[in-house]
């Protein structure tokens, strides 16, 4: 049973680029959080996809966007990448809220450096 | 804001002794989750508590839940240097789905 999965791993970005991150969900999730987090501190939420909207979203800029596919996989992009995007990005995966489960379950992450 | 945030920031134990972490939150909430997370590397989930639960065991891992102080503590016992990771709370707003809000952290080190 494959958990969650992350690509790329590292990636190196210059000022003003734009970058996309995937993930695919854990085997039998269908929601997905991306989270940024910052050398030495907690994850921050971005936003969460389920049935391919976006859910919920955190106090990040339209700068941050994402996608949902119909196999429940996602994509964040990031455009005009500032040096201060430079960060890990986690995705995590979950089922519904509603089913009452709650519990969410992290990929590796992608380093993200911006030059 | 309904930030988590954990006490100590970081803590230094030898193997075999007890570490103790605390959370405090601000707004109720439904659940607080428990997350590990070694060097650089993915979190990874510990234990659930709801809102309606006060104490909850996993293995060497025991959690408390007081909503009335809105605090939770996580405690390790008979630790190893395994268990050296920060380890970060992570609370969701009553109804507001799975927006969780994560702490800063605190960082256990077990030493040899």
């Known amino acids: 049973d494959a958990g969650v999965t992350q690509s790329p791993t590292h990636l190196i970005k210059t000022r003003g680029q734009q970058v996309t991150l995937r993930c695919s969900p854990k085997s039998g999730h269908d929601t997905v959080s991306w989270y940024q987090q910052a050398l030495g501190q907690g994850p921050q939420f971005i936003f969460q996809y389920y049935e391919e909207e976006e859910r919920q979203r955190g106090n990040f800029p339209d700068r941050f966007s994402g996608h949902q596919f119909p196999n429940y996989s996602s994509e964040l992009n990031v455009n005009a990448l500032l040096l201060g995007d430079s960060a890990l990005y986690l995705c995590a995966s979950s089922l519904a809220w509603e089913t009452g489960t709650y519990e969410q379950y992290f990929g590796p992450g992608t380093r993200l450096t911006v030059t | 804001s309904q930030q988590g945030e954990e006490d100590p920031q970081a803590l230094s134990i030898q193997e075999g002794e007890n570490a103790t972490m605390n959370c405090s939150y601000k707004?109720?909430?439904?659940?607080l989750q428990w997350y590990r997370q070694n060097s650089g590397r993915g979190l990874v989930h510990l234990i659930l508590i709801r809102s309606n639960e006060r104490e909850k065991h996993s293995g060497r891992l025991r959690v408390t839940l007081d909503t009335s102080k809105k605090s939770s503590s996580l405690l390790i016992t008979a630790s190893r240097a395994a268990d050296t990771a920060s380890y970060f709370c992570?609370?969701?707003?009553?109804?507001?789905?799975?927006?969780?809000?994560f702490g800063p952290g605190t960082r256990l080190s077990v030493l040899p």
């Open positions: 707004t109720s909430i439904n659940n």
């Open positions: 992570a609370t969701d707003a009553e109804n507001y789905g799975q927006n969780f809000v």
